[in-house]
């Protein structure tokens, strides 16, 4: 997760959220090139003191200032359109669970297992526990099996919210009326955080999102106490 002061992306925990990290980093050494020559261009022009003739008319200089950006459109735009279809790409879900925002919470319902739901609410501040996060913490996690096809149909029943975990790569608006889908595949275990990105109405600041990815061992074990209990 997160912690103060951090200015790069939280550490990948999918696939997708790996490729997004790379094509990040891709696209910013591409933009500090850019700025590094731009920058050296201006300064180079201030200070001189004799102007070259063939820089006010030359039909080579031209040639290459507009075939270099053209390029370096294609080296970002290919990339880009990939991992577009990547997030997209749906193969054989091992499971498949379905969130539905509300004013404020989130309720999930895991659509292959018949009685398997339950409401997710904010833990409050003074129940929370040492070693529990302020504002992040929730009463019951969404659990998924780790390295299986997860795919997660995302709606709301009364405004816009918008279902996001950084770690994982995911980041889909909740819509009344309307079903949007995200696939994941978390390769290691662990806890995720995330919040409602999408402002949503007075407490929109206290509906988290805890994605715990445990062996499927344990989310078979989990699965059927949650049944028992319901």
Not at 109 to 114: H, I, K, L, S, V
Not at 116 to 137: A, H, K, N, V
Request: proline letters at 6%.
């Amino acid at each position: 997760m997160a912690h103060p002061s951090q200015l790069g992306f939280q550490d990948a925990a999918s696939p997708l959220m790996e490729e997004l990290l790379h094509f990040h980093d891709h696209a910013l050494m591409i933009v500090i090139l850019i700025s590094t020559m731009v920058l050296y261009i201006i300064a180079a022009m201030v200070t001189a003191k004799l102007t070259d003739k063939l820089v006010l008319d030359s039909q080579e200089i031209e040639i290459i200032w507009t075939v270099l950006p053209a390029v370096i459109l294609i080296l970002i735009a290919l990339p880009s359109i990939r991992i577009l279809y990547l997030m997209d790409e749906i193969n054989d879900p091992h499971l498949t669970i379905k969130a539905i925002g509300h004013q404020w919470y989130w309720s999930y319902e895991y659509t292959d297992y018949e009685d398997l739901g339950f409401d997710s609410y904010m833990i409050p501040t003074q129940d929370l526990t040492p070693g529990q996060f302020r504002l992040l913490e929730a009463d019951h996690r969404m659990v998924i099996p780790v390295e299986s096809p997860i795919r997660v149909l995302i709606s709301a029943e009364d405004v816009l919210h918008s279902w996001a975990v950084p770690s994982l790569g995911v980041k889909v608006d909740a819509v009344p009326g309307r079903l949007n889908q995200a696939t994941f595949i978390v390769s290691r275990p662990g806890v995720f955080f995330g919040q409602c990105s999408e402002i949503c109405g007075a407490n929109h600041s206290f509906m988290p999102i805890v994605v715990e990815a445990v062996p499927l061992e344990h989310f078979e074990n989990w699965s059927s106490l949650m049944i028992e209990d319901a």
